[in-house]
């Protein structure tokens, strides 16, 4: 069976965009392969975080993934940090990965604009996402399209082992969703829905109230041209709703501009607002039922036992063949 693999950072409360870029394809992808899901905290910690507020948000966004339809027994789930052989990995990759590949990574230029102080593990971040691949021989790797140059880099440096060391890795693929989906800021659409930004205006949370997702799609930016009709480029805003519509509904686009055809945006938005509202009401339900509960201790113990044994030989192979130890 082949496997695939993803992890979210519980870097805030997770967006809509989280769960149409990276969740809602795993729960698709968990009844064809062997499916790992991770919170990735160790990344996280790459920008400044609240101590408090992490390990709150790591329970959060276990009892959503589950919320979601993520299935325990389908998935194998854990946190990261709980992995020590994650970063043990790591280390050995930037041992075989050059300054200047990092150097490249446009998350990295884009993040480290943001703070002039920005952490070493701020630049090596792709790494550790490398090892948390190539520690378990992964083939497919769900993402939104802003990780596809992490995954194509881990390729990179799995294939530079290889030809080193001898074959040591599988090279995974990204598998990006099928539009290439990537949700925008409702209020500012040319830039991505974040979970840690901080226009709150334009950012649905999975956890908002009904009225307040209705009242964010509601003003969500439009054109004055008054037509629903897919440009990403000169009509973003219109484009970004029917992106949403289109992943919730399982509607493609020409389908879309039909059923709206004669309708006004207003008329549009209020659709919109619908199907996400009855999509995340649903989810919503699941969860406070989940983090009020006590099944993810059980859940998270399964996960980490499986994935230390198997990141354990990894690693151990790796060291071995790069001669470590005794
Ligand atoms: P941060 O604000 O901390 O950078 P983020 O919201 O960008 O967080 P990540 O934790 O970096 O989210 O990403 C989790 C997953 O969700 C990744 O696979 C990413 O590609 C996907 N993703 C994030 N934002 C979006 C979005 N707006 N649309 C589609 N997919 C997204
Ligand atoms: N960098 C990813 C999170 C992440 C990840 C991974 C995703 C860390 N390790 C391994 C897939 C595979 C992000 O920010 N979305």
Redesign the pocket.
Known sequence: MKKVL?G??P??EI?L??Y???IKPMTKLQDEYDSYLFVADMHSITVAQNPKELRNNIKKLLALYLACGIDPNKNTIYIQSENEYHTNISWLLECTTYFGELSRMTQFKDKSKKNANFSCGLFTYPVLMAADILAYDIDYVP??I??KQHVELTRDIADRFNKKYGDTFKLPEPLISESG????DLTDPIH??????DNEKGIIRMLDEPEVIRKKIMGAVTDSEATVKFDMENKSGVSNLMNIYSAITGKTNEEIEKEFENCNYGEFKRSVADVVVAEISAIQEKYYKIINGNELDEILDKGINITRKIAKEKYEDMKNKMGLGR
Do not use: R, Y
């Open positions: 993803t979210l950072q870097t805030g967006t965009g989280n149409i870029g990276a993402v939104g802003d990780q989906t990537k949700i925008m991505k829905m974040s979970k840690s930004g």
